[in-house]
Each structure stands twice: as structure tokens, then as C-alpha cells.
């Protein structure tokens, strides 16, 4: 799939919008999808979700939906209803393997620590999901492209500019085992 899908990043009203388009020469694959703003409902929105997972490959668009359907169970989580956030523990036996691992330095290895973190995040009222705009899957791989929330420009505090955060997972079986992320460690 990779070999037949082009990136574009396209500036669109001032905002970045990352864009992934089907290589001309072959009909068959769709559009990842196209992201064109900051979408704060995307957790609820079937529509939005099946547009992101679709692919040629049956193998792939699983790969695809279970990290889509694992993000869109952390995001709906994080939402606190009558004082409380969503079961963190009943997501991770859900989706995570028990010998889960962790390559991104700012969350704790192993499946206990990532409900913990998740936990703690809950509480704190920050999220920690952002909308996906784009998802690749090559073998037992899938490569989550997230847009972050406007963040201020700082040559120019009148105006935002638009980031994404990049999650790669591994898939065994039928669960997410392995994660990889961009981030740095910094104080808490």
C-alpha cells in the first residue's frame, strides 16, 4: 500500500492539513483520508473512523481499526461522566497484550503502566489522544498520524500553527503489543 499512496502537506486557510491521496495509476486503493481541521468529536464519529481504517487489504484494515477503535476508547475515557472517567483497566485487557512494551520514553513500559498513566492522565483532566488524520499498516505495523490542537506560533503570538504527533504500534494476534513515539523526556 505504501508504494501506491502519495503525502501531501497542503496549507489550506492557514492551517496545515497533512494529506494522504491515492497514487493516480491505481483506482483501486482509497484515500486514507483527508484531514482539512481540528476534529473534536472524531471518538463518535463512525463515519470518520471507517474513512481512516479503509484499505485493500483485509489484514491492513484490521491492523488499522484496532489501533482506531484502542484511540477511540482512551479518547471516550478521558470524557468524565457523572464524576468519573471511562474503565481504563476494561480498555487495556481489551486491546493490550499483557506482555506489552514500551519505546517511547515518556510513558511507562509494560500494560499496569500504562493503565496507570492513563489513569493518572484521566484525573489530571489533560488528554493525551489527539484526532488521527492518517493511518498506514505494513505487515504487523500501523503508523498513527495525530493533529494536535492549534498551538501558538512563537515568532508570531497572534497566530497558531498546526502539529502532528506520530504513534507506530505492533499488532500480535489480535492486540496491540509494542509502541514507539516521538517524545522526549522532560520534567513532570
Known amino acids: 500500500m505504501l508504494k501506491y499512496l502519495t503525502y501531501v502537506v497542503a496549507m489550506t486557510a492557514g492551517t496545515g492539513a497533512l494529506a494522504a491521496q491515492p497514487a493516480k495509476h491505481n483506482p483501486a486503493d ?34 488499522k481499526r484496532l489501533v482506531l477503535d484502542f484511540e477511540a476508547a482512551l479518547e471516550t475515557a478521558q470524557e468524565v461522566k457523572d464524576g468519573e472517567p471511562g474503565n481504563i483497566d476494561e480498555i487495556a485487557e481489551k486491546y493490550i497484550s499483557p506482555d506489552y512494551r514500551q519505546y517511547d520514553p515518556m510513558f511507562p513500559s509494560g500494560r499496569d503502566g500504562l493503565v496507570g498513566f492513563f489513569k493518572l ?48 504500534w505492533q499488532i500480535c494476534g489480535e492486540k496491540l503489543c509494542a509502541h514507539w513515539g516521538p517524545d522526549l523526556k522532560m520534567a513532570r
Do not use: C
Open 30 to 63: 482509497t484515500p486514507v483520508f483527508v484531514g482539512q481541521g481540528f476534529h473534536t468529536d472524531w471518538a463518535h464519529d463512525k463515519t470518520y473512523i471507517d474513512n481512516l481504517a479503509r484499505d485493500a487489504n483485509p489484514r491492513y484494515e484490521a491492523n
Open 121 to 168: 492522565v484521566s484525573k489530571s483532566g489533560e488528554k493525551v489522544s489527539h484526532p488521527p488524520v492518517m493511518v498506514v499498516a505494513q505487515g504487523d505495523m500501523v503508523v498513527l498520524t495525530m493533529m494536535r490542537p492549534p498551538l501558538p506560533d512563537p515568532a508570531d503570538p497572534t497566530k497558531t500553527y498546526t502539529a502532528y504527533r506520530i504513534a507506530i
